[in-house]
């Protein structure tokens, strides 16, 4: 019985970071050429939630904050679209939970979109291409 009350123990811990813990960021930015005032249609889903769809103007940034689940299945996965018809997107998973037991800490997971494609970075590391426009 003693180590069942401990096992309880330490499971409870590990579930309180997922309800008290730091939250962890996604962030899609319009990086398009700003001539023409050009929008960006952008929304992200997950299992169990929607963020948007909003509509960003040039340099304007959507960012939400979630928690990774105890059991490290958390996935997010954005859409955006351009042009003045919307007809040219992009797809891209914007997080995933590698691991059971991840502790959130504050990290953001940029995304950029720009003419060229959609681009991520992550801490101090610089964009890179990681999705191409598609019709």
């Known amino acids: 019985m ?10 409870g811990l590990c579930m309180s970071n997922d309800v008290y813990g730091d939250k962890s ?14 929008l960006l249609m952008a929304y992200c889903k997950s299992k169990n ?3 948007g769809p909003r509509y960003l103007k040039f340099e ?3 960012i939400f904050g979630f928690k990774t689940n105890f059991w490290g299945t958390t996935e997010f996965w954005c859409v955006v679209k351009k042009g003045p018809d919307y007809k040219r997107y992009g797809r891209f998973t914007a997080y995933k939970a590698v691991k059971m037991f991840v ?15 959609i681009y991520f ?3 101090n590391f610089p964009p890179y291409l990681k999705a191409n426009w598609t019709t």
Do not use: C, Q
């Open 49 to 51: 939630n929607m963020v």
């Open 25 to 38: 960021y996604i962030t899609v930015k319009n990086e398009l050429n700003p001539k023409g005032n050009r």
């Open 60 to 62: 304007e940034v959507m």
């Open 2 to 11: 003693n180590n069942l009350s401990i096992l309880l123990f330490v499971l």
């Open 103 to 117: 502790t959130d800490d504050g990290t953001k997971y940029n995304w950029l979109a720009r003419d060229d494609g």
């Open 121 to 123: 970075h992550k801490g």
